[in-house]
């Protein structure tokens, strides 16, 4: 049993709110990437090995992915790391990761110029 002094939680008005805006985000994220369809639901199972009811939360942004699935999403979908990373603060890093995809499709495509010049 707890003592009745010491410290005192704090009442989380403010963390049930980022809760809700994480959830959100994460749900934007997969609607953006898969699309709203059973398909995408689906997609996500094998993704992460969910069951269907948690994944359909997560694209309602009533529940939000955590621990383990929030890594094997993370590993699959550059929208929700996109995310991620955002409301983590660290756009820098969005920033650097779309730079560096930019990068790689530009040198695809002056390979395909030197292709046809060739």
Same mark, same amino acid.
């Given at each position: 049993m707890f003592p009745k002094t010491g410290k005192v %939680?704090?009442?989380g008005a403010s963390r049930?709110?980022?809760k809700v805006h994480y959830a959100s985000s $994460?749900?934007?994220a997969l609607r953006? +990437?898969?699309g709203?369809?059973?398909r995408a639901v689906k997609t996500v199972m094998q993704w992460t090995g969910?069951? +269907?009811r948690t994944i359909k939360n997560w694209f309602a942004g009533t529940r939000g992915p955590s621990g383990e699935h929030l890594v094997l999403l993370l590993r699959q979908s550059d929208m929700v790391l996109? $995310? %991620?990373l955002s409301l983590a603060g660290r756009e820098h890093t969005v920033a650097a990761i779309k730079l560096a995809a930019?990068?790689?499709e530009l040198v695809k495509l002056l390979e395909r110029i030197d292709g046809l010049l060739d």
């Open positions: %939680f704090p009442n049930g709110d980022s $994460i749900a934007t953006v +990437e898969l709203d369809s059973h969910a069951n +269907e996109q $995310i %991620f930019a990068r790689d």
